[in-house]
């Protein structure tokens, strides 16, 4: 079988240098601004950082993508060019974007720069990416995580560009780049500011042997003593519905999609994305080095083994609308 391109996170310098080491093949980051949408405290990198990560994985044949997917406000995107200019400048190996007048801005002024549709535009049909193709040379489209395989293996056959699917950590229920659920308490939207729930509106709380979580001063989960304790998310709430505490969205639970990897292949699929900007350099390098295993012996024609449910939120894991029964 063909090799699947593995796009691996990374939020700081340090952990990019780990995936790299681990065994990626392209580490997504962003500036640190609100140029991408995980723009939270002490994530991110700086120009000269950039710079540096480009020189460490271009010497370790691997490459750099820069996510500048969040969506500028009317007659404020000079933030964002800028960082569609300096990507240029440095020679990050691709751009991932969402807003179409940045798509434009960055196929006339850079017609060099490999660019790739964000799954934050929410691109999922022929005739939409298709479009973006032709408008704009987008070379590789990031695909929202609502398709089946089947979808997909359809779809591959009705465009021009490569596509990128999400294949491990957190599972957005909602619409991608269309989400503003957490904007409404914390006044901080997703789509332009860059942060789903941001940490100064977070708040843990003990009550009696409870532990409550909170976000922008509302309940959003109370945990018993032998429960695992999630970061309180609005769409990953546990709310009281109908006289019944439950989770109303989504249960908090990572995607896996490793026992589909070789459907995936087989529908044409070029790389895998795995989530987790925010996360940690102990998680990166566990992930990272797991997935650089299981492609490897899918190359091979080896059976896809592996267990990473210890990296999963919660212990839990789902293949999601990957494998989805319902219509």
Not at 44 to 52: M, P, Q, T, W
Request: net charge negative; proline share 5%.
């Amino acid at each position: 079988m063909p090799a699947l391109e593995l796009v691996c996170p990374a939020g700081t310098p340090d952990a990019l240098r780990i995936a790299v080491d681990a065994g990626a093949d392209v580490v997504y980051v962003g500036f640190r601004d609100e140029t991408n949408a995980r723009n939270f405290p002490g994530l991110n990198f700086s120009r000269d950082e950039l710079a540096e990560a480009l020189d460490y994985a271009h010497a370790r044949d691997a490459e750099v993508f820069l996510a500048v997917n969040t969506y500028p406000r009317a007659g404020q995107q000079a933030l964002w060019q800028q960082a569609i200019d300096d990507a240029a400048r440095l020679k990050a190996d691709a751009v991932i974007l969402a807003d179409i007048g940045l798509l434009d801005y960055a196929a006339k002024a850079h017609p060099d720069l490999r660019l790739h549709l964000s799954v934050q535009a929410s691109a999922s049909n022929p005739a939409s990416i298709n479009f973006y193709h032709r408008a704009f040379n987008v070379r590789r489209v990031v695909l929202p995580r609502v398709l089946t395989v089947p979808e997909i293996k359809a779809l591959n056959a009705q465009i021009d560009v490569e596509t990128e699917v999400f294949a491990f950590g957190g599972l957005c229920p909602m619409a991608e780049g269309r989400c503003s659920l957490s904007s409404y308490i914390t006044g901080k939207s997703p789509n332009q500011n860059g942060v789903c729930s941001p940490a100064s509106h977070v708040e843990y709380r003990e009550e009696g042997a409870a532990l409550v979580s909170r976000l922008g001063g509302f309940t959003i989960n109370r945990f018993a003593a032998h429960e695992s304790a999630g970061y309180p998310t609005l769409c990953k709430g546990r709310f009281e519905a109908n006289g019944e505490e439950q989770y109303l969205f989504e249960d908090p639970v990572s995607l896996n999609i490793i026992p589909l990897l070789p459907s995936l292949v087989e529908a044409g699929v070029t790389a895998l994305k795995i989530e987790g900007r925010q996360r940690g350099k102990a998680y990166v390098r566990e992930v990272v080095a797991n997935f650089r295993r299981i492609v490897d012996a899918l190359e091979r024609g080896e059976a896809v083994t592996g267990d990473i449910r210890f990296l999963c939120e919660g212990g839990q894991e789902t293949t999601g609308a990957y494998a989805k029964k319902w219509k």
